[in-house]
Every structure is written in structure tokens, then in C-alpha cells.
């Protein structure tokens, strides 16, 4: 690990203007993925920033009748809270389908939406990998692609979103509020927040280099039976293969994304139209234009068949 500088911000404002005083900052909460990627030198920054201590660890009411989450939240108080676990019960198993209790102790909201891939080749830094050096090359491509994405795919990268919360927040809709340097404050539907890779795999998000992640909010509560299911290798401590979180209401209409399967989690409203008609169909719309590879091609029947068992759930 490469040496670096640390303080501790006792204010928004002093958390983002110190990330724009010291180039090359970053932000640091729970550290359960930063930490990994500076003891291997995938991440070197020479600043960090300390923002446990902004009290950004609430969950509150919005008018709206939806909820508020503040960014420092656990992921294991966010699983637990009476209010996600009454209205927002997706979210709830998401969570805790991720990673072990000791991490999701540490975890926080915002950091569990930011967190990298776990493409084995990004962790490897023998291997050349267009997310740590622009211009490398992306040997997933024609390499072990098992766990890589199968849309939303480019040239320069097939890498998979690893987080499960991510997959819940984008069914129910979430958006993200942040504040930057200049005090600008702004509002972020998930589904916006990050980057398809392209040719610029490094650049995964829309955040400008100050930009402090602040809350979560949820919009009111629609009811419906809440699913989620994850596909692993291993019943616990791995990433999924596929997940589905979905929103089932009465009438079989409702809300679906999945994880695994692409850059972000992946959602597409007018695919959801398809629902009365089963799994098969969803699966076809959710899903056009894949391109996987050989190694993960089975995750599109993997795809209709956990949407289909989402579907069956929710319908006993």
C-alpha cells in the first residue's frame, strides 16, 4: 500500500472542499472495498477523506410519504429497519443476500452503490485491464467470463456490477442526492448514476471528482409481493450469477431489475409491460441486444428462469 494522508471531516462542506483541495482525494466511510484496492495498488489515492462522522447514518420519512436514507447507513441497520422491512421488503432480503454480516456491520449505503467490479482480472494487476489502465486491453474478452456481464457491453469491457442492494434500490426507483465543492446540490435517478463502459470503462459513474453521495430516497411504497432472488456458485459470500428483484402487485403487473447481468443493475420499464405474459417474455425484452460470450451465455435462459420463479412466488 502506497503511503497517504487522512483527516477527518466534522462537516459537509469541509468533506468536499478538502476533496477538491487535494487532487487525487477520496472519500472513505466503511472501507470494505477501498481498503482491498489500495493493499493491492488498484487505488492510490494520496488524500483521504473521513466521513463517518457526518451524521449521515439516519433514515427519515419524506413528505411524500417515502423514505429518506442517510448515506452512512449500514447495510445492516438499513436491513433491519422497521420501515424497509414493512414497505420495502426487497430491499431488505437484497441486502441481506450481500456479502457477511461482518462487512454488511461496515458497509455503508453509499459506499455499497460505488463499490467496484470484482472481475477477477481488475483485481489482478499482473493482467492488463482498461479499468485500472485506460488502453490495456480487457482479457475477460476471449478469457474467463463466467461472471461477466452479458448487455450493456462494449469492446473495452464486460464487467458485471456486483452489488445486490443497487439491484433493489433501482426496482423501487431511488434516487441519490450529493453535494459538491461549489455547493451545488443535485438529484440523481439511480438508473442515471452510472456509466456504460464504452471506451471509457474507467469512468463508471456521473460524479465529478468532489462529490459527496449524501442520502438515498425511496418514493412511497406501492405494496405487491416483494422477491428477490440471487443465483451464486456458492449459498453464501459470492456474487450473484443473475439476481431478480421484483415487485409483484395482484393484478401480476409490477417492477423488475436484475443484477449480474450488466454495468448497473439493469431495468427496463417498457420489458415490465410484459409480465402478465411470463417470464419468457419479460426475459426477451429485458435482455435485447446481449451480446455475451461462450462461457456466459447460459445466464439468458438463467435469466427467464429466475424471473420465472419471481413470477411463481409472488402468484402463491
Known sequence: MKSFTYERATSLHQAVNACANNPGARFIAGGTNLLDLMKLEIETPQHLIDVNGLELDKITPTDDGGLRIGAMVRNTDLAAAPRIRRDYVVLSKALLAGASGQLRNKA????????????AYFYDTNQPCNKRRPGAGCPAIGGASRQQAIIGVSDA?????????AVAMRVLGAKVETLNANGQVRTIALADLYRAPGDTPHIEHILDSTELITAVTLPKPVGGKHIYYKVRDRASYAFALVSVAAIVLPDQTGQLA???VSYKPWRSEDAEAFLPDGAK???THLLAGANPTAQNAFKIKLAERTIGLAISNASS
Open 108 to 119: 455503508t449505503t453509499a459506499g455499497n452503490l460505488l463499490q467496484r467490479t470484482r472481475c
Open 157 to 165: 469491457c464486460i464487467a458485471s456490477h456486483p452489488s445486490d442492494m
Open 258 to 260: 436484475m443484477g449480474g
Open 281 to 283: 417474455a419479460v426475459a
